[in-house]
């Protein structure tokens, strides 16, 4: 049987057992298009190359060991995918310009006939539709359109439920034909309606505009006939031809996939080649060292294949190996958490958060207390005595507190334990054994 006609559950099954051959005919079936697809949404061709770089030598390496069964179609979009969420998170929107690499159509994958004559500007047209829509969505679009993927192929690559897709590309395809046919109207219909002229001006296309073009449309019959002269979007959108990469890439990179594939045959640790045999052009760089995804751990079973947007084997490496920019971020984060339980410790260690939460100050009144010195003393003053002397109390005022250390203002010489005591500085006082008069004041009855 000839190896075009092979389908590829058969092909994948062979490149398992170590037919070189077998891989080559799925690597040349899908390669185009998977690039085609990342360039579509990257708008950048070497980082287009890296992502189908890294996602077909996982896919193999997935094949020679045994770890999948999902079908080789899904398995390599949804690691093309995965690897595409990785690199482009972050990165600033590319201009949505019309490359003439993307609006190549073929007429023999038309399903409606369209004059020859007309088939290049409409490519144009419905390249830019699908432009307008976000990158999410339009590789929901091209999984459907261009790689004839029904819902339940579109969710195993994506990660998400057949229903979701469902919901999501019906909403989808409306937007697409709606941004299609307002941009026919706009360049063809203009001369068969003139209020559709009156309407457009001179103004250039934007959202606004398509919105108010496509209510024009839906009750103005001139121009339901002439959108009706024109296929649909989702048929111009499907001839679209895959964009070529670069001469001598395609062959370069299954030169550095087999190579990896015959090194891990021989025990060497799995990695993609830094050195092909074939260089790529010196104006590029080498795909496998400029990514960080190039020498990419092996494919992991078919249970995890499509569970979330990770590339790693495990957590750590998902969280600061493959994780762009978090690893960092997390580092910063950490830090500064030290730093605030630091800052907190050693507050609570100088008694700041002690007692009902009011600063001690130095102006602070004493109140009578037991104070533990050299002698005891229970007194309404703060001045230290020599003797304990008998006082009388107001009435309703405690005698004798719970033994406690006296606050001392923030200018007092700190009174040191002797028999002697020291006086304060902001109180002068004899140190002597005379004992201190009671209060003259008489108390009341």
Same mark, same amino acid.
């Given at each position: 049987?000839?190896?075009?006609?092979? $389908?590829?559950?058969?092909?994948?099954?062979?490149?398992?057992?170590?037919?070189?051959?077998?891989?080559?005919?799925? &690597?040349?079936? &899908?390669?185009?298009?998977? =690039?085609?697809?990342?360039? %579509?949404?990257?708008?950048?061709?070497?980082?287009?190359?890296?992502?189908?770089?890294?996602s077909? =030598?996982?896919?193999?390496?997935?094949?020679? $060991?045994?770890?999948?069964?999902?079908?080789?179609?899904s398995?390599?979009?949804?690691?093309?995918?995965?690897?595409l969420?990785?690199?482009?998170?972050g %990165?600033?929107?590319?201009?949505?310009?019309?490359?003439?690499?993307?609006?190549?159509?073929?007429?023999?994958?038309?399903?409606?006939?369209?004059?020859?004559?007309?088939?290049?500007? #409409?490519?144009?047209?419905? *390249?830019?539709?699908?432009?307008?829509l976000?990158a999410?969505?339009y590789?929901? #679009?091209?999984?459907?359109?261009?790689?004839?993927?029904?819902?339940?192929?579109?969710?195993?690559?994506?990660?998400?439920?057949?229903?979701?897709?469902? %919901?999501?590309?019906?909403?989808?395809?409306?937007?697409?034909?709606?941004?299609?046919?307002?941009?026919?109207?706009?360049?063809?219909?203009?001369?068969?309606?003139?209020? #559709?002229?009156f309407?457009?001006?001179?103004?250039? &296309?934007?959202?606004?505009?398509?919105?108010?073009?496509?209510?024009?449309?839906?009750?103005?019959?001139?121009?339901?006939?002439?959108?009706r002269?024109?296929?649909?979007?989702?048929?111009?959108?499907?001839?679209? !031809?895959?964009?070529?990469?670069?001469?001598g *890439?395609?062959?370069?990179?299954?030169?550095?996939?087999?190579?990896?594939?015959?090194?891990?045959?021989?025990?060497?640790?799995?990695?993609?080649?830094?050195?092909?045999?074939?260089?790529?052009?010196?104006?590029?760089?080498?795909?496998?060292? $400029?990514s960080?995804?190039?020498?990419?751990?092996?494919?992991?079973?078919?249970?995890?294949?499509?569970?979330? *947007?990770?590339?790693?084997?495990? *957590?750590? $490496?998902?969280?600061f190996?493959?994780?762009?920019?978090?690893?960092?971020?997390?580092?910063?984060?950490?830090?500064?958490?030290?730093?605030?339980?630091?800052?907190i410790?050693?507050?609570?260690?100088?008694?700041?958060?002690d007692?009902?939460?009011?600063?001690?100050?130095?102006?602070?009144?004493? !109140?009578?207390?037991?104070?533990?010195?050299?002698?005891?003393?229970?007194?309404?003053?703060?001045?230290?005595?020599?003797?304990?002397?008998?006082?009388?109390?107001?009435?309703?005022?405690?005698?004798?507190?719970?033994?406690?250390e006296?606050?001392?203002?923030? !200018?007092?010489?700190?009174?040191?334990?002797?028999?002697?005591?020291?006086?304060?500085?902001?109180?002068?006082?004899?140190?002597?054994?005379?004992?201190?008069?009671?209060? !003259?004041?008489?108390?009341?009855?």
């Open positions: 049987m000839n190896a075009q006609e092979r $389908s590829d559950e058969e092909l994948a099954r062979e490149a398992g057992g170590g037919d070189e051959a077998a891989f080559v005919e799925l &690597y040349r079936r &899908y390669f185009p298009r998977v =690039y085609d697809l990342a360039l %579509r949404l990257t708008r950048d061709r070497e980082t287009a190359a890296a992502a189908a770089q890294a077909f =030598y996982r896919v193999h390496h997935a094949l020679l $060991s045994g770890e999948t069964e999902a079908p080789f179609k398995q390599v979009f949804g690691l093309a995918h995965r690897d969420a990785e690199r482009m998170r %990165r600033p929107s590319q201009a949505q310009e019309v490359e003439e690499a993307f609006a190549t159509a073929d007429p023999a994958l038309l399903a409606t006939e369209v004059p020859a004559a007309d088939l290049p500007d #409409l490519a144009k047209l419905a *390249w830019q539709g699908a432009s307008d976000k999410d969505e590789e929901l #679009l091209d999984l459907s359109v261009r790689q004839q993927m029904d819902a339940g192929e579109a969710a195993a690559v994506l990660g998400t439920r057949p229903e979701a897709i469902e %919901r999501k590309l019906g909403r989808i395809h409306d937007l697409f034909e709606e941004s299609f046919s307002s941009l026919v109207l706009l360049n063809r219909g203009r001369q068969d309606c003139v209020d #559709l002229d309407l457009v001006g001179d103004e250039q &296309y934007s959202p606004a505009m398509r919105r108010r073009i496509i209510q024009h449309l839906r009750g103005c019959e001139s121009c339901k006939t002439t959108r002269r024109y296929p649909p979007a989702s048929d111009l959108l499907a001839s679209l !031809t895959p964009a070529p990469a670069p001469a *890439w395609q062959e370069t990179i299954l030169v550095r996939l087999l190579e990896a594939a015959r090194t891990r045959t021989t025990g060497v640790a799995p990695a993609v080649p830094a050195g092909p045999v074939e260089a790529i052009p010196t104006s590029r760089p080498d795909f496998a060292s $400029s960080r995804h190039g020498a990419a751990p092996p494919v992991r079973p078919a249970s995890e294949m499509f569970g979330g *947007w990770g590339g790693g084997d495990t *957590w750590l $490496s998902g969280l190996g493959l994780g762009g920019d978090r690893g960092p971020l997390l580092v910063v984060l950490g830090a500064a958490l030290l730093v605030v339980v630091i800052a410790t050693a507050l609570c260690s100088v008694g700041v958060f007692g009902d939460g009011e600063p001690a100050t130095g102006t602070e009144t004493p !109140t009578p207390t037991a104070t533990t010195t050299g002698t005891t003393t229970t007194t309404p003053t703060a001045t230290p005595t020599g003797t304990p002397t008998p006082t009388e109390v107001l009435p309703g005022t405690p005698t004798e507190s719970p033994p406690t006296t606050p001392v203002p923030a !200018t007092a010489t700190p009174v040191p334990a002797t028999d002697t005591p020291v006086p304060p500085t902001d109180t002068p006082a004899p140190a002597t054994d005379t004992p201190v008069p009671p209060p !003259t004041d008489t108390p009341p009855p």
